[in-house]
Structure formats: C-alpha cells, structure tokens
C-alpha cells in the first residue's frame, strides 16, 4: 500500500506540505496526503546515491541483472493493486493498464538481459606494438562506465511504462547508476507503490540503500533542485517542451553542466501517398482515426500531421476519417491541466483564419474529457504560421494539402525535429518514398512504412528519439537496450597492469564476454 510518504534510501519520511491525488473522471480528491519533498530531501537522496555509486557501478553482471530482474518481479506481485490504483489517478482504461504494467517488466527483464550479454560495456582492447616503428604503440583497452547517479522525472501519460520503473530508471539501473526518481503529482500512489517494489528489490538484494530514492512534489522548485544538485550526472525526463527546456537550462547553467535527455515534443506527420490514397483511402480513414483517439491522444507518437496531395481519393479519405472521427466516444483526460491546454490548442486551430474543421468526436457528460478534432489547411498556409505546427497534446490533427510531391517535401523540410515519421505507400509510390525518405530521416527518430506511429516496441533496434523539439538530445533513444549509451562513457586505459584492470578487460576475459581486439570480434566465452 501507499501513505504518502518520501522515500529516501532505505527510510521513508513525511513533510507537512503535502497534495492529493485528483481522479481526473470525477474532479474528486483523494484521501492520502502525499508529501512534498523539499531541498533537505534532495540532498539527503543524493548523498546516499553518490555513496551507492561505486558499489552499484562495479557489480557483477549477473548481480545487477538480478536486481533489474527482482524489482520486475516485484512489480508483478502487486500489478491488481498498481493497476487499480492508476486507474484511478489517470482514467486511463483497465487494459491499457495491465498492458503498460506487461511492458514495464518486460522493459526490465530486457535490460537484465542485455546487462548479462555485456555488449553495452564495448570492451575494446589494442594490444602493445613494442616493436612498432618508428614509435612502438602502448597497450590501449575501453569500456563504457556509468556516469553517477541519475535523475529521473516520471511522465504524465505513461504512469508506469515512463515513469518510476520506466525505461529511464531501467536503462540507468542497467548501466549501473543509482537513481532518484522525482515522481510524478498526477499519479502519485502509483508512483509509490512502483518506488516502494523497488526499494525492497534494493534491500533484498543487498545493495547499498542510496540505490534509489523516491521525491514525490508538485513543485517546479523540486525539479530544479534536483538538476541543480552537483552529486547528479545525467537527467531523464519525459513531458512539456517547457518543462524540458527549463531542465536544459538548469543542467547548462551548473558549475558543472551535465546531460539532460528530455523527450518533449512531436507531432509524427504521416504522408498518405497517391498509390496508397488510391488503393485504400476508405480503410485509412478509421485506421488512421484509432491512432489518433488512442489513450484520448495522450501519446507522444500521436498522428498531429497528415500531408497528402489534394485530390479525390484525398477526398475520400477525409470523408472516412470524418465519419470515425464524428463516431469516436470523448476520453478522459490525464489532469485537469492537460485537459485545459488541449482545449486551449483545438480552439486556437478551430478559429485560425487559415484552417478549416474537418470534424469533432462525440461530446460527453463527463469532466476532463478530450473530444476529437480533425483539421485541414493547404500547404502555404501551413508554412506560413508556425503555430499550426506546434504540438496540441490530446486527439488533435491537422491535415495539409499539397499540390505535389515536391510540396510535400518542402513541407516536411520546414519542419522541426520529430520522434517518427509515417509514410502510407503501395510498390508504385516507391519513387516518391524515395524522394521523400532523406528529407524525412533528416527530421525524425523513427520512419515506419503502413502502420501508425503510436504504439513502440521495446526493443534493441527501436530509437524512440529524434532531433529538437522532439528531444534535446536527438543522438539517443529513450525506449530499447540502446538507451543506456545515454547513461555510460567510455574510458580508456593505457598501460594498466592486468590486475589493476576492470574484470571486462582482463586478459584472461574473466566475465567472458564479447571483446574487439585489435579491431576484429572475439565472441563471448
Ligand atoms: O508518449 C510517449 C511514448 C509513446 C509510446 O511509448 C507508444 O506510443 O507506445
């Protein structure tokens, strides 16, 4: 169960400032107090995480992969609890839920796999050349290390799969940082049930406590302290642009300054083209419409942009879209605020001169809930107002129409970065896919062919990343094995008597993992 409490370290602690939890469907309070951490616990949280440091970094893969693997297990053993609870705090559906709850142990479970194949460590050995000429060359052998303890702050829209055992703390905790998890005010009591499965996977396990902490808080101030914090190395953030930039300039403005991985906004254009309009623009239209209403929008993957050339089978499309749209039942929205701002953004397209209604979903009796809406402009206005490509979070999307492909690509290269981009293609738009793809790759993270963009797979390959604004960092991924390089570095050594090595280096490869000596793969033991 939950009380509201700050968890540092093995201790758990209250402050008289507190907030509830507000259930989103009803507008209602509810009962726990939860506690605002403060400056005092930032400090105490940290101090505790820089003295885990060393411990926790120089584990045995099999230790700490055993870690990643009971806090998994530990989350599974109270998902009726996790599940009800989230539910209540976010009004997202029972399903989605027990889904996001199978993708967060999931997440887990492949970091400790990963953390066992010790790829990530890149061990990487050139041997002496004593008899090199002119110069002999010294013994030279890398491996990625962690960077220190982490700061992690939780999503909104993914309470579990983004937020306190998400992919950020998973991918920190594999690279072997310990990490202080500001928790997120919307989904609090979730947030503490996941922080409290991870505590006792840290005690049972014998790690040092400071291995994790829990900060729940409403403030901007908390954040900031946290970022601020010299004893913090690296940042992972999920949720506003301006929250992100505000961590940005926190982290820049450090006397030392430290890497923030902020993941904040993206509107996924998806580009119908001609052979795929032609072919099945009736089908696309609800298809299209199911990605867009999905968790009421509340994705970062949501299809905000449609681009197509204009014509008839566009024509039909919009029809097909319309119709889905004008049938979508209305959702619930995460918070209040969220809420207000999606309105805010559908009114700002709905009453711009240069943009036409499409259609609105269903209105509902209820609080809080996000009503579809599909918009249309034509290629010029799009470029000629910035605004009408900045993001709207919610089930919100404009559909611009070009003339040609040529349009289409200018319309795409005046865009900012982008997590993913859609292309909806048959064999005879592969000219115009291909005239498309670099423009396309320049901006976004991930190109998928004939699917939708919302929905990511936790895998190696997956980048879920992209350049500004869609990331700060667009060289990474937040989701996939890949997302611990965010959380390593490497370090060389030249010279090192064997013993004095790190295991991975060794020369009797004592971890027996996959090295690269002298430039050529020297597969695992
Ligand atoms: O909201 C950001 C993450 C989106 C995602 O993971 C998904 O679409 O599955």
């Known amino acids: 169960m939950y009380n509201g409490a700050i968890l540092i370290g093995a201790s758990e602690s209250r402050s008289a400032d507190t907030f509830n939890a507000i259930n989103p469907a009803t507008g209602e309070s509810g009962d726990v107090a939860f506690s605002n951490a403060g400056p005092a616990d930032v400090a105490k949280a940290t101090t505790l995480a820089a003295e885990a440091f060393q411990t926790f ?12 693997e009971t806090v998994a297990a530990n989350i599974l053993a109270i998902k009726d609890d996790l599940v009800a609870t989230a539910m209540a705090e976010t009004a997202l559906p029972k399903p989605r839920l027990e889904g996001e709850t199978g993708r967060t142990v999931g997440q887990l479970r492949m970091f ?40 992690v702050f939780g999503a909104s829209n993914f309470p579990l799969a983004f937020s306190v055992a998400g992919g950020d703390t998973a991918a920190a905790f594999a690279a072997g940082c310990p990490v202080v998890v500001k928790g997120h005010p919307a989904h609090p009591g979730t947030g503490e049930l996941v922080a409290r499965a991870i505590q006792q996977a840290v005690a049972s396990c014998g790690l040092p406590e400071g291995v994790f902490s829990y900060l729940p808080g409403t403030t901007n101030e908390l954040g900031g302290a946290l970022v601020a ?29 430290i890497p923030v991985y902020a993941e904040m906004s993206s509107i996924n254009p998806v580009v119908l083209l001609p052979g795929a309009l032609a072919s099945r623009a009736e089908a696309l239209g609800p298809a299209f419409v199911g990605s867009l209403t999905m968790g009421a929008g509340q994705f970062c993957t949501n299809p905000g942009l449609v681009i197509a050339i204009d014509g008839p089978d566009l024509e039909t499309f919009v029809a097909s879209a319309a119709k889905a749209l004008t049938a979508a039942q209305p959702a619930v929205m995460l918070t209040p605020g969220i809420h207000a701002s999606f309105e805010r953004g559908v009114e ?34 799009f470029e000629a107002d910035v605004a009408l490509s900045h993001e709207v979070f919610g089930s919100s999307s404009i559909l611009v129409r070009c003339k040609d492909i040529a349009e289409i690509k200018a319309v795409i290269a005046n865009l900012e970065g982008q997590l993913t981009a859609t292309i909806q293609s048959e064999a005879s738009d592969n000219d115009a896919a291909a005239e498309l793809l670099p423009a396309l790759q320049a901006k976004v993270g991930r190109i998928l062919f004939n699917g939708w963009p919302t929905g990511v797979e936790v895998t190696h390959a997956m980048v879920h990343g992209g350049p500004f604004p869609s990331t700060s960092d667009g060289r990474s991924t937040s989701v996939g094995t890949l997302a611990m390089a965010r959380f390593l570095r490497p370090v060389c050594f030249q010279d090192t008597p064997d013993a004095l090595l790190p295991a991975p280096l060794q020369a009797a490869n004592p971890w027996g993992i996959t090295r690269r000596v002298n430039g050529a793969l020297e597969q695992a033991k």
């Open 57 to 68: 970094s120089t584990l045995s893969l099999e230790a700490r992969a055993t870690f990643i």
């Open 112 to 151: 400790a796999t990963e953390v066992r194949a010790g790829l990530w460590l890149d061990a990487t050995i050139d041997p002496a050349m004593p008899d090199r000429a002119p110069l002999p060359r010294a013994d030279l052998r890398r491996l990625n290390v962690a960077l220190g303890p982490v700061a």
């Open 229 to 257: 914090d010299p004893r913090i190395k690296a940042v992972g953030f999920t949720g506003s642009r301006g929250g992100g930039l505000a961590l940005v300039k926190i982290a820049n403005q450090r006397d030392e300054p």
């Open 348 to 381: 700002e397209l709905a009453s711009h001169a240069a943009v036409t209604t499409v259609a609105r979903g269903c209105v509902g009796e209820g609080v809080n809930q996000a009503v579809g809406a599909l918009f249309t402009t034509e290629a010029a206005k």
